[in-house]
């Protein structure tokens, strides 16, 4: 059973930047892509980023992908977020798939228990 932890959330003025973690733990993690998703208040959980196996393959919301980075190494995902907006608050979660569509939830297998980013305006 693979387990998913993020970190890196918390409260950033508009313009800034946050680095978010998703450690993995479990034997399987590198046969998993992961993918990052966020839901703010009120609204669906939304894709915002996916890596592949292998770190090969990135993806991205398209109005995301000029300021959010992903990337892996060992048992971490790592997103760097730039140029944060208000808009951009919400609950970040990772979830780990194998089999599907990178962007859509109900592909993804495993989700950690998400980390909370605010930007203030």
């Known amino acids: 059973q693979m387990q998913l932890v993020e970190s890196g959330g918390g409260l950033v003025q508009a313009g800034g930047s946050l680095r978010l973690r998703c450690l993995a733990s479990?034997?399987?993690?590198?046969?998993?892509?992961i993918g990052w998703f966020r839901q703010a208040p009120g609204k669906e959980r939304e894709f915002v980023a996916a890596?592949?196996?292998?770190?090969?393959g990135k993806y991205y919301a398209t109005a995301l992908k000029d300021r959010f980075t992903i990337s892996r190494a060992g048992n971490t995902v790592d997103m760097q977020m730039n140029s944060l907006k208000p808009d951009d608050t919400a609950v970040y979660y990772c979830?780990?798939?194998?089999?599907?569509?990178?962007?859509?939830?109900?592909?993804?297998?495993?989700w950690g228990q998400g980390t909370q980013v605010t930007v203030s305006s």
């Open positions: 479990g034997p399987t993690f590198s046969t998993y892509d």
């Open positions: 890596i592949s196996i292998h770190g090969t």
């Open positions: 979830a780990a798939r194998n089999r599907g569509n990178y962007r859509n939830t109900g592909d993804y297998d495993f």
